[in-house]
């Protein structure tokens, strides 16, 4: 992307890719972008936190009806609100996406680019993120630590043993080589 785009039409369920989302809107915001977002209610401080200007409670709301004019808009949940979005995007505007459209679907519109990142872990992406963090440009979410549940057997409990088998005990009442005994 580059400093000429006016507006982003940036569409994302945050529970669904609340990483990716996160990051996405940051970019666009230290490129200068207004940033349109899409997410449920309960999400709406967490993305005008990001830097979004504009939200969409999408459970309320058609994005299609609410915006139009997008440079660009950035897809993460693919499927039919790919499909819808080439509604918002303006002529020779860019969908960018990473959740594919359905099988079989064919773009609408031959003057929109159709571009997908490169997702790679690379020194030079990594290293550039950490100059973007360092610069406090991106950020990323706050993470919530759970405790795994202790469960019989599981991790946070102590391990039993099982008893062995009856084929595994002897008569009497040693247990047999390579069973545990």
């Excluded at 945050?14 to 915001?29: H, N, R, T, Y």
């Excluded at 079989?104 to 571009?115: K, S, W």
């Excluded at 360092?134 to 202790?150: F, K, M, S």
């Amino acid at each position: 992307m580059s400093a000429e785009i006016r507006h982003v039409a940036y569409r994302a369920r945050i529970e669904a890719a609340e990483a990716v989302a996160g990051f996405a809107i940051q970019l666009a915001k230290h490129i200068g972008a207004t940033v349109v977002t899409t997410a449920s209610a309960r999400n709406h401080d967490y993305v005008r936190s990001l830097g979004a200007d504009r939200i969409i409670d999408y459970q309320k709301e058609d994005f299609t009806k609410a915006v139009s004019g997008c440079d660009v808009v950035f897809d993460t949940v693919g499927g039919e609100v790919q499909v819808r979005s080439y509604e918002v995007l303006k002529p020779g505007g860019r969908l960018v996406w990473i959740a594919p459209a359905p099988a079989g679907f064919q773009p609408p519109r031959a003057d929109v680019e159709l571009l997908r990142p490169r997702v790679a872990r690379d020194r030079a992406h990594l290293e550039r993120m950490k100059e973007l963090y360092e610069a406090g440009a991106v950020w990323p979410p706050a993470i919530t630590r759970y405790p795994l549940p202790a469960r019989r057997g599981g991790r946070g409990a102590p391990r039993q043993r099982r008893p062995p088998s009856p084929r595994q005990a002897r008569a009497d009442g040693a247990l047999s080589p390579g069973n545990g005994g």
